[in-house]
């Protein structure tokens, strides 16, 4: 099962990355693939190896809403609890854009873990927010002296679009015994 799992959340997460716009406009170029490698650059190293996306594959409506489902219920949670600071508690803004982050003694927590400002609020526009603050965040870390690695942060991350996942499998299921 946690194989499946874990298969899923790849899937989504790349599926996600085929629903947005996958280069900027000054590097967009119109070949019909584009190849991303993805590396931690402290350690020069590749995490998961190279992706190729078909920039003519364009998810299907049913496939958008899965994704928008899952990550609208993917709370941001396990993020701010990486390397052993689980007492950690988050705290978003009703606007969505607003994190805060406070350790168990109610202190704000101002290291890797600390809340962020989001572009677009995840309960409104979770393919955008997945876009433009989750994904760049998996990439290069909450600041320059981020001492995480993004095998870490996508760790964490996964830990918490599992979650989103579930709710998408266990609202399924629940349609499909009430029919």
Not at 68 to 83: C, F, P, S, V
Not at 116 to 122: D, F, G, M, T
Not at 126 to 152: Q, V, Y
């Amino acid at each position: 099962m946690k194989t499946k799992l874990n298969l899923l959340i790849g899937v989504v997460m790349c599926s996600a990355l085929l629903a947005c716009e996958t280069t900027s406009p000054s590097t967009a170029n119109n070949s019909k693939t584009q190849t991303i490698t993805n590396t931690d650059q402290s350690k020069n190293s590749t995490y998961f190896g190279t992706i190729t996306i078909d920039k003519n594959q364009t998810p299907t409506d049913y496939q958008l809403s899965v994704i928008h489902y899952i990550l609208k219920n993917t709370h941001e949670n396990h993020i701010h609890k990486m390397r052993g600071e689980t007492d950690n508690r988050v705290f978003v803004h009703k606007n969505g854009q607003q994190e805060a982050v406070f350790n168990s003694k109610g202190k704000p927590v101002t290291n890797y873990n600390r809340g962020s400002y989001n572009y677009y609020a995840n309960a409104q526009y979770p393919i955008k927010h997945f876009n433009f603050d989750m994904l760049p965040w998996i990439m290069m870390g909450n600041s320059p002296t981020d001492p995480t690695t993004m095998r870490e942060r996508l760790y964490y991350y996964s830990l918490d679009l599992s979650y989103g996942i579930q709710s998408y499998i266990f609202n399924l299921c629940t349609r499909q015994f009430l029919k």
